[in-house]
C-alpha cells in the first residue's frame, strides 16, 4: 500500500465549475500537506501549503486537511482552461524530523472544458 | 528570476553509457533533491543534500551518483544508463525549516 493516494483521473469539467481533488494517506506524523500544479512538460509549481488540520484559501483555490480522517483537498472555485494541469499532492514530517523529504501522491490530471 | 536551472532539457543515451545532469538554483538554498517521475508512480526521490557538503539515498538512489558542488549546484551521475532509466528528472530546492520545495523543468531522458 503507498503512504499517499491520489485518483488519477482524468477529470473532465466545465468552465466555471468546482472542482474537488483528493488524496488519501497512512502515515499518521505527516505535518505539513501541499498541493502542486504540473503543466505539460513543466516542473510541478507550488500551489497551496498548509500546516496541520485547518484549510486555507488562496483567490480561487482552498485547501483542506483533516488529519482524523487522513484526507487532504484542494478546491478550485470557478474553474478556468488555465487550470487545466495535474495536481500532485505532497506532504512531509516537516522540519522538526530533521531533513525533510516529501511524499508525493500520483497526481490527477485536470482538464478544464471551455 | 531563474529559480532552480536544469540542464540539459532532452537526451538520449545508448545502454552502458554514461552522463551527468545538472542542476543549479540562484535562491540561496540550503537544501537540494532530485527526482525521477514514471507514468503511475509519481515523483520518487533519488539523493538528497540537506546543506552543502552532505548528501543522503532518497528512495530509489540505486544506479545514481550525486555530487553537491557547491551551494548552488548539485548533479546527478548515471554511471553506465539502463533502459529502466528512461524517466523524466526533476531537481527542487528549498531555503529550509518549514519552507517548500521548488523544482525546475527537468530533463527529459531516454535510454536506448
Known amino acids: 500500500q503507498k503512504e499517499v493516494e491520489q485518483d488519477p483521473g482524468p477529470l473532465s469539467v466545465p468552465e466555471g465549475a468546482i472542482v474537488s481533488l483528493n488524496c488519501t494517506y497512512s502515515?499518521?506524523?505527516?505535518?505539513?500537506f501541499m498541493w502542486y500544479r504540473q503543466y505539460s512538460r513543466k516542473g510541478p509549481e507550488l500551489l497551496m501549503y498548509?500546516?496541520?488540520?485547518g484549510n486555507k484559501e488562496d483567490g480561487r483555490f482552498t485547501a483542506q486537511v483533516d488529519k482524523s480522517s487522513k484526507y487532504i483537498s484542494l478546491f478550485i472555485r470557478d474553474s478556468q482552461p488555465s487550470d487545466s494541469a495535474t495536481y500532485l499532492c505532497?506532504?512531509?514530517?516537516?522540519?522538526?524530523?530533521?531533513?525533510?523529504?516529501?511524499?508525493f501522491g500520483t497526481g490527477t490530471r485536470l482538464t478544464i472544458i471551455p | 528570476n531563474a529559480g532552480v536551472t536544469q540542464t540539459p532539457k532532452f537526451q538520449v543515451l545508448k545502454t552502458g553509457q554514461s552522463m551527468t545532469l545538472q542542476c543549479a538554483q540562484d535562491?540561496?538554498?540550503?537544501?537540494m533533491y532530485w527526482y525521477r517521475q514514471d507514468p503511475g508512480m509519481g515523483l520518487r526521490l533519488i539523493y538528497y543534500?540537506?546543506?552543502?557538503?552532505?548528501?543522503d539515498k532518497g528512495e530509489v538512489p540505486n544506479g545514481y551518483n550525486v555530487s553537491r558542488l557547491n551551494k548552488r549546484e548539485f548533479s546527478l551521475r548515471l554511471e553506465s544508463a539502463a533502459p529502466s532509466q528512461t524517466s523524466v528528472y526533476f531537481c527542487?530546492?528549498?531555503?529550509?525549516?518549514?519552507?517548500?520545495?521548488?523544482f525546475g523543468d527537468g530533463t527529459r531522458l531516454s535510454i536506448l
Open positions: 527542487a530546492s528549498r531555503w529550509g525549516g518549514d519552507q517548500p520545495q521548488h
Open positions: 502515515n499518521s506524523a505527516f505535518q505539513y
Open positions: 498548509t500546516y496541520s488540520s
Open positions: 505532497a506532504m512531509s514530517r516537516g522540519k522538526n524530523f530533521g531533513n525533510e523529504k516529501l511524499t
Open positions: 535562491m540561496n538554498h540550503n537544501s
Open positions: 543534500s540537506a546543506s552543502e557538503g552532505t548528501t
